[in-house]
Each structure stands twice: as structure tokens, then as C-alpha cells.
């Protein structure tokens, strides 16, 4: 239990179907972020949500939209996604505390997106 | 940008031995992590380290942080079955978006 949640853990869509990834965490944290895991690819970060606001989007396609309602809630809304989407998409937290700091993030245990 | 280059790729080794592993950077890093990633599972924090020389301890695990700032090892001693799975090392540099980057991974596989 690593006090970041994520729900569901396994989703099947069709490419013309619209979901949502959700994510909560308990850990206090200020930060929230997204990432891909792809099969034999580094972990890629999607996006990251510092206190609410965007402060990072890596070139990620407009099928995927994220949202942070608050600080300890994160969607991934998708929408006429590609077979190539197909991975597992990770959530994560951690207390952001300025340029020079220590920033470490804890996962959740990821949702496992099919696209058929 | 930033990259970061984790060896080895992958590993086999015998029940009972002693694993190295290591984190290399083009840039410098304020923190380096290291996390294990079970199948079907996301990454866990094994170690987080956060000034140039600190060497920490998990267990049967030990990591350090390079005194250049540019580079990280895991080692893990006496490895057991249920060590097996992928390790990732990850650094921040300096910004506040908190921006992390992973290496490669490396696959651990123990025989009994």
C-alpha cells in the first residue's frame, strides 16, 4: 500500500469509446502526475500537476486529457484512442518543495489499458 | 536533454550472490531513487538518496549517490527468489516541476 490508488486496474476500450483513469492519493502530497510504461521503453511522464496547475506536458496527443479537480485527485480522460496506446499508465505523488530540493514520487500500482 | 544510462540490462544470477547495479548521467542530479517494479505492478521505492556521497541501507540493500553527482549503484546482497523483478534508478535535476528521469531498467532473475 503505497497510499496512491488507482482505478480500474485493468480497462478494455474500443478505439471509439471515451474513459477515465482516476487516481487519488492520501500521502499529502502537492504533486500529481501521469505516466506511460510501454513494453522495453523507460518510463515516460505525461504530465504533471503541481498544486492544481499544469506545469508539465510532454507533447502528449489530445486524445489524452488530464484533469486535477484537487490536490489529491487526478484523471486521465481518454477518448478515440489508438491500438498503440496500449500500456500501463501509472499515477504518482510526491511533495514538491522548491528547484533545489529532494523531489521523490511514489507510484500507484497502475491501470492496464488494452485498446482494441 | 537529460538522459540517463542504467547497466546492466539484465541479470541471472545464482540464489546467495551479491547484485550490482549502476546510474549514470549526462547532467547532474539533486536526488536519485531506486525502484523495483514487480509484473503487473507499479514501481515501489526502494531507496531515495539526496546529497553527493550519502550511502544508505534497506536491508539487504544498499545505495549511493556519487560524489560527482552524476551517477548512482544499488547493490543487493545475498539475493533471495523473490528479488526478482525490474529496478529502475531515477534522478531530478534542478526546476520545481518535479520532473523525474528513469533509466532503462534493469531485469533481475535469481535461480534457486
Known amino acids: 500500500e503505497t497510499g496512491v490508488t488507482q482505478t480500474p486496474r485493468h480497462l478494455v476500450m474500443g478505439m471509439t469509446n471515451k474513459k477515465s483513469l482516476k487516481c487519488e492519493q492520501h500521502?499529502?502530497?502537492?504533486?500529481m502526475y501521469w505516466y506511460k510504461q510501454s513494453a522495453k521503453k523507460p518510463l515516460e511522464l505525461m504530465f504533471v500537476?503541481?498544486?492544481?496547475?499544469?506545469?508539465e506536458n510532454n507533447s502528449v496527443p489530445s486524445r489524452f486529457s488530464p484533469e486535477c479537480p484537487n490536490s489529491s485527485h487526478l484523471f486521465l480522460h481518454l477518448h478515440t484512442l489508438q491500438p498503440e496506446d496500449s500500456a500501463l499508465y501509472l499515477c504518482?505523488?510526491?511533495?514538491?518543495?522548491?528547484?533545489?530540493?529532494?523531489?521523490?514520487?511514489?507510484f500507484g500500482e497502475g491501470s492496464w489499458l488494452t485498446v482494441v | 536533454g537529460q538522459q540517463l544510462n542504467q547497466s546492466p540490462q539484465s541479470m541471472f544470477i545464482q540464489e546467495g550472490e551479491d547484485v550490482s547495479m549502476n546510474c549514470t548521467s549526462s547532467?547532474?542530479?539533486?536526488?536519485w531513487l531506486w525502484y523495483k517494479q514487480d509484473p503487473g505492478e507499479g514501481p515501489v521505492l526502494l531507496i531515495a538518496?539526496?546529497?553527493?556521497?550519502e550511502l544508505t541501507s534497506n536491508g539487504r540493500l544498499t545505495a549511493q549517490f556519487g560524489i560527482t553527482r552524476k551517477d548512482s549503484f544499488l547493490n543487493i546482497s545475498a539475493s533471495i527468489p523473490s528479488d526478482v523483478g525490474i529496478y529502475f534508478c531515477?534522478?531530478?535535476?534542478?526546476?520545481?516541476?518535479?520532473?523525474?528521469?528513469f533509466g532503462q531498467g534493469t531485469t533481475l532473475q535469481v535461480k534457486p
Open positions: 538518496l539526496y546529497k553527493a556521497g
Open positions: 504518482a505523488s510526491s511533495h514538491l518543495q522548491g528547484p533545489n530540493s529532494g523531489n521523490t514520487i511514489y
Open positions: 531515477a534522478g531530478h535535476g534542478s526546476g520545481n516541476t518535479g520532473k523525474l528521469i
Open positions: 500537476y503541481s498544486l492544481e496547475e499544469r506545469v
Open positions: 547532467s547532474i542530479f539533486n536526488t
Open positions: 500521502l499529502g502530497h502537492n504533486a
